[in-house]
């Protein structure tokens, strides 16, 4: 069973940064696919970024490219969410997940929720215009 803290959400206004930190418990941490989703009120969870095992590719949703990057800590066994230019539609609550690798083949397979078998409890991010 993996674990997944999530932290470092908060409140903020348009255009600041927010780092979003999510702890595993898990020692296979390093072979496994971690992704950020996020969920608004009134809106299903959609997928925010992903990244394989050994941070060597990264995924992101179009929303989210050239203002987020995903990055992973092995050693750590953290994975990170650094979030520029924030907007006032990024606010939801943001989710740390994990999954197997050997799932993940193509974008199509790191965007979908059901393929992660593990899920943090989630951070809120709020961005005030």
């Known amino acids: 069973q993996v674990q997944l803290v999530e932290s470092g959400g908060g409140l903020v206004q348009a255009g600041d940064s927010l780092r979003l930190s999510c702890a595993a418990s898990?020692?296979?941490?390093?072979?496994?696919?971690m992704g950020w989703f996020r969920q608004a009120p009134g809106k299903e969870r959609e997928f925010v970024a992903a990244?394989?095992?050994?941070?060597?590719?990264?995924y992101y949703a179009d929303s989210v490219k050239g203002r987020f990057t995903i990055s992973r800590d092995n050693a750590k066994n953290t994975v990170y969410l650094q979030m520029n230019s924030l907007k006032p539609e990024d606010t939801a609550v943001y989710y740390c997940?994990?999954?197997?690798?050997?799932?993940?083949?193509?974008?199509?397979?790191?965007?979908?929720?059901?393929?992660?078998?593990?899920w943090g409890q989630g951070t809120q991010v709020t961005v005030s215009s």
């Open positions: 898990e020692r296979t941490f390093s072979t496994t696919v």
């Open positions: 990244i394989t095992w050994n941070g060597g590719n990264t």
């Open positions: 997940a994990a999954g197997a690798a050997s799932r993940f083949r193509a974008y199509s397979d790191y965007i979908l929720h059901r393929l992660y078998d593990y």
